[in-house]
């Protein structure tokens, strides 16, 4: 079993930006994929990003890539998320997720969910 807690999450206005983090506890964490998504008010669950075990291979949604950053810590058991150049779209729920697949994008490759921070960017 794997616990996730993100954090970080926030009201910003548009062009401004915001960090999650994501601290995980329970199973080894370091060998795990670990991945951002994200859900809007009637909307279906999204991919945003995410990164290997090793931290050499990161992945990214086109309506993110070269706005947002995914990291990870394994010794302190953390992924984070950096967001640029917010916009408004870009309002949901951010949740993090671990996965035993190696660059896993899809939801149901992954296996343990937290349950998420708000991230509200207004215009």
């Known amino acids: 079993q794997v616990q996730l807690v993100e954090s970080g999450g926030g009201l910003v206005q548009a062009g401004g930006s915001l960090r999650l983090s994501c601290a995980a506890s329970?199973?080894?964490?370091?060998?795990?994929?670990m991945g951002w998504f994200r859900q809007a008010p009637g909307k279906e669950r999204e991919f945003v990003a995410a990164?290997?075990?090793?931290?050499?291979?990161?992945y990214y949604a086109d309506s993110v890539k070269g706005r947002f950053t995914i990291s990870r810590d394994n010794a302190k058991n953390t992924v984070n998320l950096q967001m640029y150049s917010l916009k408004p779209e870009d309002t949901a729920v951010y949740c993090c997720?671990?996965?035993?697949?190696?660059?896993?994008?899809?939801?149901?490759?992954?296996?343990?969910w937290g349950q998420g921070t708000q991230v509200t960017v207004s215009s």
């Open positions: 329970g199973r080894t964490f370091s060998t795990y994929t």
């Open positions: 990164i290997i075990w090793t931290g050499m291979n990161t």
């Open positions: 997720a671990v996965s035993t697949y190696p660059g896993a994008t899809r939801n149901y490759e992954y296996a343990f």
